[in-house]
């Protein structure tokens, strides 16, 4: 299994960028996926999960409005749409691919995952 993010880059205030993540050896179309980010010297945080079953299931306050994630059956590929970005939305993005349909409370949770793309670094500059 292998989950391949891509998309990452520099950017300025206020800009748009769209990460993707797709998945080899695991059909995106159940389970859940997530993204998460790390800043320098943060610890991983959540940004925003879909379900197979349920779609949407979590995004954090601080991208509410301006992220947006989707799967693309199809492709096998998962999206996130980060729009109006700021210097704080600097971090490595990573996806996280689980077989469980996981509920609100659990997505979030990075130790919930089994599979991890590689990460994608995205620079806001100021």
């Known amino acids: 299994v292998q989950l391949q993010a891509s998309g990452g880059g520099l950017v300025q205030t206020g800009g748009s960028l769209r990460l993707s993540c797709a998945a080899y050896?695991?059909?995106?179309?159940?389970?859940?996926i997530t993204w998460f980010r790390q800043a320098a010297g943060e610890e991983r945080e959540a940004v925003s999960c879909?379900?197979?079953?349920?779609?949407?299931?979590y995004v954090a306050g601080s991208v509410k409005g301006r992220f947006t994630i989707s799967r693309d059956n199809a492709k096998n590929t998962v999206y996130l749409q980060m729009n109006s970005l700021k210097p704080e939305d600097t971090a490595v993005y990573y996806c996280?691919?689980?077989?469980?349909?996981?509920?609100?409370?659990?997505?979030?949770?990075?130790?919930?995952?089994?599979?991890w793309g590689q990460g994608a670094l995205v620079t806001v500059s100021s």
């Open positions: 879909i379900r197979a079953r349920g779609g949407i299931t």
């Open positions: 996280a691919a689980t077989g469980r349909n996981l509920i609100t409370s659990s997505c979030p949770i990075s130790t919930n995952y089994d599979y």
């Open positions: 050896g695991f059909t995106l179309d159940h389970g859940s």
